[in-house]
C-alpha cells in the first residue's frame, strides 16, 4: 500500500491510498527534481540526481477495492515512482549514479520526435557522459 498527498506545480491536490499499484506504462522521456530526492525513511541527506520517467500510467485498487488507473506526469509521477520503488525494496538513492551522482540523462520530447530509433538515443545519452579515457 503506498499513500501520496501533494500538490503539483499548477495546485492541483494529489491525494491517493493505493493497494498493489503497478506502472503498467511509462514515457522514454525522464526527468529529476534538481533539488534530489529524500525520504523518511532514510535519516541522512543523499546527493545527486534520481532519474525517473517523465509521465506514467498505474493501475491500483483503491480503499474500496475499486480498480483504478492513474495517468501521472511532473510531481505526481515522480512521487509514485518512488513509493512503488519502496514496495520492491528500491531506494531513491540506488537510481543516483555512483561514478557521477549529478549526471543528467535526459531524453527530451522533441528528442523522440526527431528520432525514430529509441535505441540511438539511449546509446547517444550514454556515450555523451563517457570520458575519453573511457574509450582507449
Known amino acids: 500500500?503506498?499513500?501520496?498527498?501533494?500538490e503539483d506545480d499548477n495546485g492541483k491536490?494529489?491525494?491517493?491510498?493505493?493497494?498493489n499499484p503497478?506502472?503498467?506504462?511509462?514515457?522514454?522521456?525522464?526527468?529529476?527534481?534538481?533539488?534530489?530526492?529524500?525520504?523518511?525513511?532514510?535519516?541522512?541527506?543523499?546527493?545527486?540526481?534520481?532519474?525517473?520517467?517523465?509521465?506514467?500510467?498505474?493501475k491500483a485498487f483503491d480503499i474500496d477495492g475499486k480498480e483504478v488507473t492513474l495517468k501521472?506526469?511532473?510531481?505526481p509521477s515522480i512521487a509514485i515512482q518512488h513509493e512503488i520503488d519502496h514496495l520492491d525494496g528500491i531506494m531513491f538513492y540506488d537510481h543516483i549514479d555512483k561514478e557521477n551522482p549529478f549526471k543528467v540523462c535526459l531524453i527530451t520530447q522533441h528528442e523522440m520526435s526527431d528520432r525514430?530509433?529509441?535505441?540511438?538515443?539511449?546509446?547517444?545519452?550514454?556515450?555523451?557522459?563517457?570520458?575519453?579515457?573511457?574509450?582507449?
Open 22 to 58: 503497478k506502472i503498467i506504462s511509462h514515457s522514454v522521456e525522464n526527468t529529476y527534481l534538481e533539488s534530489g530526492e529524500g525520504c523518511l525513511s532514510v535519516d541522512r541527506e543523499v546527493s545527486g540526481f534520481v532519474p525517473r520517467h517523465a509521465r506514467v500510467k498505474v
Open 116 to 136: 525514430k530509433n529509441t535505441g540511438l538515443l539511449i546509446a547517444r545519452c550514454f556515450f555523451r557522459f563517457l570520458k575519453k579515457s573511457d574509450l582507449f
Open 72 to 75: 501521472l506526469k511532473g510531481l
Open 1 to 6: 500500500m503506498i499513500a501520496i498527498y501533494l
Open 13 to 19: 491536490l494529489h491525494e491517493y491510498m493505493l493497494f
